[in-house]
C-alpha cells in the first residue's frame, strides 16, 4: 500500500526536527564541558605563571589540533582532539588574562566585564536563533572573507606593532563573532550541521575570539 506523499514529507520533517534537536543537545553538552575545562587550564596556567607559548607556536599548534579534529570528527578520537585544543586555548589564554590583571589597575573589572559580554552575547544571540528557527546562510561567505581578513590584518598589527590596527581588529573579530553564532546556530537548529564535535568546536573558537577581542577593547579603553 502507497503511503501518502504529506505523510511522507511530514515524517521527514519530524525526523529531521529530532536529528537537529539531538545535535543541538550533544553541542551545547560538550561546549559546556570544554569551556569548564579550558577555564580550569587557565586557572592552573595563572596559578603556576606559566608563560605564554607565543604567536607563531600558538598558531602552528592550534592549527595541527583543528586539523586534527576535522579528521576524526566522526570517531571518539574527535573528543580527544576536541579536549587537546580547548585545553590548549585555555592554556594560552591564562597568560593573556595575569598580563591583564598586573598591568592594568582596574584588571580584575576588565576581566569580568569581558567575561560578562561574551556571555550575555553568546546567550542571547543564540536564545534568538533557537527560538526563532532563522537560518543565516547568507552571511556564510562574508564571515569567511572577512574573518580571513580580519586574522591578516592581525597578524600584521603584531608583526609590525600597530596598535591602533590591532584594536580595529579586534572591533572587526567583535562583530564578526557575533555573526558567527548566529550562522553556526542557525545551521545547527535548521539541519545544516548534523556533526555536533564539528559545531562545539566552531562555537568554543568563536566564543575563545570575542571573549579575547572585547578583552583588548576593554583593556585599551581603560589604558585611556
Do not use: C, W
Amino acid at each position: 500500500m502507497q503511503r501518502d506523499p504529506i505523510v511522507l514529507q511530514q515524517s521527514a520533517i519530524h525526523e529531521s526536527a529530532l536529528v537537529a534537536n539531538k545535535v543541538l543537545r550533544n553541542t551545547y553538552l560538550l561546549l559546556a564541558a570544554t569551556l569548564a575545562f579550558s577555564a580550569s587550564i587557565a586557572g592552573v596556567a595563572m596559578a603556576f605563571n606559566l608563560p605564554y607559548p607565543g604567536v607563531m607556536l600558538t598558531l602552528l599548534v592550534y592549527f595541527g589540533l583543528l586539523f586534527g579534529v576535522q579528521k576524526t570528527a566522526n570517531s571518539a578520537m574527535g573528543l580527544v582532539f576536541v579536549f587537546a585544543l580547548t585545553g590548549f586555548l585555555g592554556y594560552t589564554l591564562g597568560p593573556i588574562i595575569s598580563l591583564y590583571l598586573k598591568a592594568i589597575p582596574n584588571g580584575h573589572s576588565v576581566v569580568m566585564n569581558a567575561f560578562g559580554i561574551t556571555a550575555v552575547t553568546f546567550v542571547g544571540l543564540s536564545a534568538y536563533v533557537v527560538r526563532t528557527g532563522r537560518r543565516f546562510t547568507f552571511m556564510g561567505g562574508f564571515l569567511v572573507v572577512g574573518i580571513l581578513t580580519a586574522f591578516l590584518l592581525g597578524l600584521g598589527a603584531i608583526f609590525f606593532h600597530m596598535p591602533a590596527l590591532s584594536l580595529a581588529v579586534s572591533g572587526m573579530f567583535v562583530l564578526l563573532m557575533a555573526g558567527m553564532i548566529l550562522f553556526q546556530t542557525g545551521e545547527i537548529v535548521n539541519g545544516g550541521e548534523t556533526n555536533y564535535i564539528l559545531a562545539t568546536v566552531t562555537l568554543y573558537v568563536t566564543i575563545f575570539n570575542l571573549f579575547t577581542s572585547l578583552l583588548q577593547l576593554l583593556g585599551m579603553a581603560s589604558d585611556d
